[in-house]
């Protein structure tokens, strides 16, 4: 049995967390108590408390501006 870890990064609760398997995503999604947030570190643990599969760990965070611009004329009315 695997205990899976997700470890968020704090003052990022602006970002949705990416989640690799949708049935976490649900878990989450349903959940009142786990926050908002990107991840800092994703691992998995065995029995034995060794960390098994994978290890992720967020190396750096970048803001940027992104714009959408519309054009005032829509296709739908051509």
């Not at 990107?38 to 060794?50: H, M, P």
Request: aromatic share 18%; proline share 5%.
């Amino acid at each position: 049995m695997l205990s899976h870890h997700f470890i968020i990064q704090p003052d990022t609760e602006y970002i949705l967390p990416f989640f690799f398997i949708t049935d976490e995503y649900e878990k989450w999604k349903s959940s009142e108590y786990l926050p908002k947030g990107i991840f800092r570190r994703i691992y998995f643990q065995d029995k034995n408390n060794k960390i098994v599969e994978m290890d992720y760990r967020l190396l750096s965070i970048y803001k940027y501006k992104k714009q959408i611009i519309l054009p005032k004329k829509s296709c739908a009315e051509e």
